[in-house]
């Protein structure tokens, strides 16, 4: 069974752009980016952004929204049993042309782990417009990366 994505949590006035790959399982149960609770996104971006965690999901938007930070995924619809990336079958990227238009403002395209980085630059041509950067996975499937590792490199969103 095909499963869809969210829309994107933006502003046309966002500079950078995260893109995961696709919700898993209990993020789609909860509507909600990175709604597993033991994915260190929401932890990872307060602690970045220099803010109190919030579990309040309106709140943790409005932290992204208010420091120019749009959020998405690669992908708009897949066929996934579970939550792996490993698992996604029949992908179908989301429409970046019209999403890039819409936000000029953008330079800077992070992905939350190596998948999502494949599969943009598999289906999503942006040249050299805009710059790149993979940053670990902060889903619990890395477990081989410690959360201090991967703050550490997620801090780079700071100086974009």
């Not at 040249?127 to 477990?143: K, V, W």
């Amino acid at each position: 069974m095909l499963k869809y994505s969210f829309s994107p949590i933006s502003h046309p006035t966002a500079t950078v752009l995260i893109l995961g790959t696709m919700p898993g399982a209990q993020s789609l149960a909860f509507q909600q980016y990175y709604g597993h609770p033991r994915n260190a996104f929401w932890k990872i971006i307060c602690n970045v952004l220099e803010t109190p965690f919030t579990t309040d999901y309106e709140e943790r938007k409005s932290i992204l929204l208010e420091n120019r930070i749009a959020l998405w995924d690669v992908l708009e619809a897949c066929v996934r049993e579970g939550s792996l990336d490993s698992a996604i079958e029949q992908e179908v990227p989301n429409d970046f042309d019209s999403f890039l238009k819409a936000h000029p403002n953008i330079k800077y395209i992070c992905f939350n782990g190596q998948k999502a980085a494949k599969y943009f630059k598999q289906y999503v041509g942006v040249g050299d417009r805009y710059t790149l950067q993979t940053l670990p996975s902060t889903s619990p499937a890395n477990a081989g990366m410690s959360f201090e590792k991967k703050l550490m490199e997620w801090e780079s969103i700071k100086r974009l």
